[in-house]
């Protein structure tokens, strides 16, 4: 589970013009199918009044590292716009991905193999422009603890170089992302370091 991946570094976009047509190409890294469909929804919000937003993503399911690929032709001849899309994040072997390409048509029809070149280009150009890093699974866990042990928590956190965001309320809650294979070992040096006070979820 623990196995390093590729993905790309950050949300970026792309865009270019085929004979009139202007695409834009965009990817965003998401770990799940609801941050995957997310990310489709807003492109699709900001680009409306396009002709057509091809989405493609590869994301974990959740169920032991099963990648759920999945692409939509939004209206373009079938095979023709999101096959393309998915196959250049397939044979890029990136995942935690998603991708979506929008078209603006320019009145030219450029005919089922112009599209598939210039959606795949759409995802290749926005991934060169995003960088590809390599990543390793993580896992999310909720530490909560009172505000007694609120200073140690965040002092462990702090030194196994953690992402978490703190929460001060009626107690203090931490909300963690951490490698999958140091998820347990951090576990445990929070409640040994609590005397078990800590609240995992």
Known sequence: MGEAFLTVAERAQADFEVKGSEFIGHVAPADSVAAA????????????????????????????????????????PTGSAGNPALNVLVQRDLRNVVAVVTRYYGGVNLGVGGLARAYARGVSDAVAAAGVVEERPHERFVATVDYDDSGTVRGILESAGVEFDATYEARASFEVRVPVEDGAGLRDRLRSATGGRVELS
């Open 37 to 76: 469909e997310a990310f489709a929804s807003e492109v699709r919000e900001a680009y409306a009044d396009a002709t057509h937003n091809v989405p493609a993503y590869r994301v974990p399911t959740g169920d032991g590292g099963m990648l759920r690929e999945w692409s939509s032709d939004d209206g373009e």
